[in-house]
């Protein structure tokens, strides 16, 4: 008994922390079948913390010093949770830096390379590690100093509170569930586990997202894609319906995006669809 309509359905939306971008999306919200998410910021809450150290050396601290002093300048969430650890005392060394995207940051400390991020970045760099680092369920940066594995350091995210809800609403809607990352494998399957999520990729690299949304395409999947990182822009914009997280999620993202969930509530993505699907009820 609501006068709904376009205006309605995008009224309740912003009522319900949602801005479209345009009526017509509303429309696109009631073609969806299937929801991609990327897992870090998305479905996990993006903030790290460092759980546990170890150094080939015995010596933590500095094994410390030296990730953080590679991690100094990067915005990335695992970077600042490094710098975090180090603490406020943390002196850095001199050093140049390059992001390798998708795999962590090379760095060049007193003429010495030196590595911190993931196994695909050793793999890169032909540095050998121990291989239970792969399987372990918990993202790890390795660290490398002069091409030798110098230690690694295991940090933990947070699923969101309302992921798992969220997970079994879209279920009960008839909505197929996908979930992407630049993480590793072992720690997706970990947490795709956990939330009941249908089909769940990690370890890939920005455009390998691109790649992987292009494919459920051309299965003639209609797709409603929400992401948070500067990477998922491509992902966003490549999607039926872009969903960006506005909270924490990053400028470019937001503007891509077609909607945006302004508390990054994983449970809003399937509000915004359900607002569509009432929308047309009404509009019809
Ligand atoms: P996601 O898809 O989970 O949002 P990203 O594409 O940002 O992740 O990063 C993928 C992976 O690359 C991370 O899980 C991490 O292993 C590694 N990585 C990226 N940036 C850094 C960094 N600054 N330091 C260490 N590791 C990093
Ligand atoms: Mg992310």
Known sequence: SIPLGYFG?????????????GSNFLDV??????VVMDKTGTLTKGVFKVQQVFSVSGDE???IRIAATVENKSTHPIARAIVAYAGKDFIPLQV????????GLSGEIDGKRVLAGNTALLDQF???YPALLKDEEETIVVVAID???AGHILIADELKPDAAEAILEMHKQGLHTVMLSGDKQAVV???????????AYGGLLPEDKVSRLEQLKRAGRHIAFAGDGINDAPVVALADAGIAMGGLGSDATIETADIVIQNDQPGKIVTAIQIGRLTKKIVW
Do not use: C, H, P, W
Request: charged residues 30%.
């Open 9 to 21: 359905g995008i009224g309740l939306a912003s009522k319900n922390g949602i801005l479209f971008k």
């Open 29 to 34: 919200m009631t073609t969806i079948d299937t």
């Open 61 to 63: 601290k500095e094994l």
């Open 96 to 103: 140049e830096t390059t992001e390798v995207a998708g795999k």
């Open 126 to 128: 032909k540095v050998s």
């Open 147 to 149: 091409n030798q594995y």
């Open 189 to 199: 399957d970990k947490i795709a586990k956990l939330l009941g999520i249908d089909e």
